[in-house]
């Protein structure tokens, strides 16, 4: 196939400028700038996907309460801890079940048992943990074992939390026991726990959790874990759902830039190849492309858009599809259509059909190659717009009900109040990336627009 | 916004004779009107269908009005006693009666274009599920009353940013290259973040942590009686909207502009009026400004058509009553009617605004004549 030949080295030639043009880019600190974040997010995405596959992730943003009850609610993350004089508690869960938590077993006479089990930890905080919880669960046929907890202060103190028989599963909150109130003489069960009785001052150190359990058949047994809501968690924070915000932060990234990325690219792509086919067979093609266009200035487009996701379907899919086919015909088409008009008039086009080039030829090889760099700033540019109108869409209610995205951390915390009621953690973590995510692409469109519209490069 | 366009190459048109001005002009606007009214027509016929997706948004409403008329029938003492069968037909009568009064007796495609017909002639009809605050159900009146706000929220911010835009950049490509053309240029990429988003570290700054500027609304509450505290409070409520507008597309614009006007002044006619030692305000408002003023004009009419669609996110974020957020509630009560008043009169905007622009830019630029080719 000679005319392959031909077409690659022609399209050669055109790489060969277009490096030129790539190369040219070191010379703007912004561009280096903008492709070291979109390097960033694209490393980030990749770290995200293999560190939380899929189906984790889906489970660990959608799972539900026995997924999360080991995160406190509304937790800020734990290196606040850094920038701030007071420390806040940190949380952790521990058990006997993977040893993180002592447990030593007494069998004792006619099949009985004794259990004891303990967890000491080091109190150096300067505000009180959330909630103390135990997660009690035990086997036994006929008569249910029975455990005592006692709590030890640094002082020298021991304090009897509770007494109770354990069923099958079994939670139990300290600040939720009436009896436990009665016996501190106070509302708030947790900051009597670790504060001194006479001067109500927080005592920081070494602090006990003491279990002893008896139980009364052969086969019984008893596994505690012991779980600490403190006041900071982790790397990211929690929400109104004890959700670890990590999860979320970082499968953002994957579904901002495919988001992003698809549709910028859908839309350059089809409506160059929509533009290039209307000039190039002219005629009724081109008026229909034309008046198409004008319907669509007329067409609400944001309004559509919720539309779609009110009534139809909140797939993030379907919102792209349907922000690509509006985003087709708009102004853009315009502004290809004139400049395709030049290049049809052009001698190389001319030869083009003088060798006998179908017209699919000439408008696939010779006339959209021609515009690629026109299209690349286009479509970096564009991105940004994208990647917000997924979050805007969030913000209103319409992100996608499976996957996690940085618009749905927005909305939950525009829901929940998080910035009257001081959860500034939760905004401004979700809003960074998407700020950082646009201003990279943004930057990166800028120079590359300056670069290959030589117009602009003097001004 | 402010999006600069290259002056359209169709438009610049050879000497013809005089006598045959009025038939062209003439037969030139009656195509243009049909075109642009088939348009509109089109395009507010597309916007129906979507509004209930082809059937689908009945099927909701059936299901809320059965639901409704059921629950309140049988929460109702005195029909408790009543015989099942009697009962039933009860439930049936005014399920009918409810689907009548909306309209859902009527098949959908006829009521398309009942809803594109009464669109068309502008009586926007009745709304389903919202009213006005004053307890209307006209769709006008919704609309009329969410207006003034709308207005004022665009009005001052898009108004501002295009004045203020124009006027520095002419400044900037006068100091080309100065210290504040490249900071310009560096900022410019900051008007990829939208409106809203500024407006949630706005609220952060203003009104969580340093609490001098209110969340959100548009008045206190209670709204204060005395005019001039009302004014005041209305003022402290729409700074951070009206902030939040303006830094999202500020930066952006002056640079357009600035490369906008940069452009025509490297032109041969600007050096050579430039030669002539004109002062430098003449140079720049009859050899840069006037060249480009249909330019600006299509931007500026432009902006006065998105007076009309209001802000919709930035409005839910700011709890500002306006046309934007009522749209996005009508959306959420499968409110059509509504969806499609507002859709209308947008269209109608947009024909009427592109329609006139023709005109203008006979008048601003003597080389255009109005039907040429």
């Not at chain 1, 022609?10 to 280096?32: C, D, E, H, R, T």
């Not at chain 1, 354990?166 to 726990?193: C, E, G, N, W």
């Not at chain 2, 008045?219 to 009686?225: L, Q």
């Not at chain 2, 952006?252 to 002044?265: A, G, Q, V």
């Amino acid at each position: 196939m000679p005319w392959l030949t031909h077409a690659s080295k022609w399209v050669a030639g055109n790489m060969n400028s277009l490096k030129n043009s790539f190369q040219n880019l070191l010379y703007y600190p912004s561009a280096i700038l903008g492709m070291l974040v979109v390097f960033l997010l694209v490393f980030t995405a990749i770290y995200a996907m293999i560190k939380i596959p899929y189906r984790d992730a889906i489970r660990l943003w959608r799972g539900g309460e026995e997924v999360w009850y080991q995160n406190p609610k509304f937790a800020p993350p734990a290196w606040i801890n850094f920038f701030s004089s007071k420390k806040y508690a940190e949380s952790f869960a521990v058990r006997t079940s993977d040893g993180t938590m002592t447990k030593e077993v007494t069998p004792g006479a006619e099949g009985t048992s004794t259990m004891s089990s303990s967890y000491t930890f080091d109190f150096s905080y300067d505000y009180y943990p959330q909630e103390l919880i135990l997660y009690l669960s035990s086997t036994y046929e006929e008569k249910q074992p029975f455990i005592s907890v006692e709590w030890l202060t640094p002082d020298g103190r021991k304090i009897r939390i509770v007494n109770l028989a354990v069923s099958q599963k079994q939670t139990y909150r300290f600040s939720q026991d009436q009896k436990l109130k009665t016996k501190l003489r106070t509302d708030d069960v947790i900051p009597a726990l670790f504060s001194d009785p006479e001067t109500g001052r927080l005592i920081k150190g070494t602090y006990q959790l003491l279990i002893t359990g008896a139980a009364f058949e052969p086969d019984s047994d008893i596994n505690v874990e012991f779980v600490s809501h403190g006041q900071v968690y982790g790397l990211a924070g929690t929400d109104q759902a004890r959700r670890d915000l990590i999860v979320p932060l970082l499968w953002g990234t994957p579904v901002a830039l495919a988001f992003g990325l698809l549709a910028s690219l859908g839309t350059s792509v089809l409506t160059m190849v929509i533009a290039a086919v209307g000039t190039w067979y002219g005629g009724w093609i081109d008026e229909l492309i034309q008046r198409i266009t004008e319907i669509n200035l007329v067409l609400p487009f944001l309004s559509i858009l919720i539309m779609i996701g009110t009534f139809y379907s909140r797939s993030i899919w379907v919102i792209l599809g349907a922000t690509i086919l509006l985003s087709i015909f708009t102004g853009a088409i315009k502004g290809y259509r004139s400049i395709f008009f030049q290049v049809k008039e052009s001698l190389y086009i001319e030869a083009a059909r003088a060798y006998g080039a179908s017209n699919p030829r000439i408008v696939f090889l010779y006339l959209i190659p021609r515009m690629i760099p026109l299209l690349i700033p286009g479509l970096v540019s564009a991105v940004p717009a994208f990647v917000f109108l997924e979050a805007s869409l969030a913000l209103l209610g319409l992100g996608d009900p499976v996957l996690p995205t940085w618009g749905k951390i927005i909305e939950d915390a525009n829901a929940n109040g998080a910035l009257y009621r001081g959860y500034y953690y939760w905004i401004l973590e979700p809003a960074t990336l998407l700020m950082v995510t646009g201003l990279g692409f943004a930057m990166l469109g800028f120079a590359l627009d300056r670069i290959f519209n030589p117009r602009l490069r003097d001004v | 916004m402010a999006v600069v366009t290259q002056r359209p190459a169709e438009n610049r048109v050879k000497k013809t004779s005089h006598t045959g001005t009025f038939a062209r002009v003439s037969r030139y606007v009656v195509v243009r009107l049909l075109v642009l009214f088939a348009t509109v027509v089109v395009g507010v016929y597309l916007t129906i269908m979507i509004a209930n997706m082809g059937g689908y948004v009945d099927q909701i409403m059936k299901g809320a009005i059965r639901d409704r008329v059921t629950q309140s029938i049988a929460a109702s003492p005195s029909m408790r006693q009543m015989e099942p069968a009697v009962r039933k037909k009860l439930i049936e009568d005014s399920i009918a009666r409810e689907e009548k009064r909306i309209g859902l007796d009527i098949p959908i495609a006829i009521r398309n274009f009942r809803y594109l017909s009464n669109a068309l002639t502008l009586d926007l009809g009745r709304a389903i599920n919202m009213t006005s605050d004053s307890g209307s159900k006209q769709v006008r009146l919704i609309l009329l009353e969410r207006l003034p706000p709308t207005l004022l929220l665009m009005g001052i911010s898009q108004l501002f940013l295009f004045f203020s835009s124009i006027l520095l950049a002419l400044n900037l490509s006068r100091r080309y290259g100065s210290f504040l053309d490249k900071a310009v240029i560096a900022l410019s990429p900051t008007s990829a973040v939208p409106p809203w988003f500024y407006g949630i570290f706005l609220i952060l700054i203003f009104a969580a942590l340093l609490k001098v500027l209110p969340f959100g609304g548009m008045v206190d509450s209670p709204p204060p009686a005395n005019p001039f505290d009302y004014s005041m409070s209305l003022l402290k409520h729409l700074t951070l909207p009206v902030l939040s507008l303006v830094l999202s597309s500020f930066f952006l614009s002056i640079y357009n502009y600035r490369t906008f006007f940069l452009i025509y002044s490297s032109e041969d006619y600007v050096e050579m009026a430039k030669a002539k030692g004109l002062p430098s305000r003449d140079v720049e408002r009859r050899y840069i400004l006037r060249p480009t003023l249909p330019n600006i004009i299509t931007n500026f009419a432009l902006l006065i058509i998105t007076l009309w669609t209001g802000a919709t996110i930035t409005e839910t974020v700011f709890l500002w009553p306006g046309l934007g957020r009522t749209l996005f509630q009508a959306i959420g009560l499968y409110d059509i009617p509504i969806i499609v008043g507002s859709t209308i009169i947008y269209a109608y905007l947009l024909a009427m605004t592109v329609f006139l622009l023709d005109f203008i830019y006979a008048l601003v630029d003597p080389r255009v004549k109005v039907g040429g080719r």
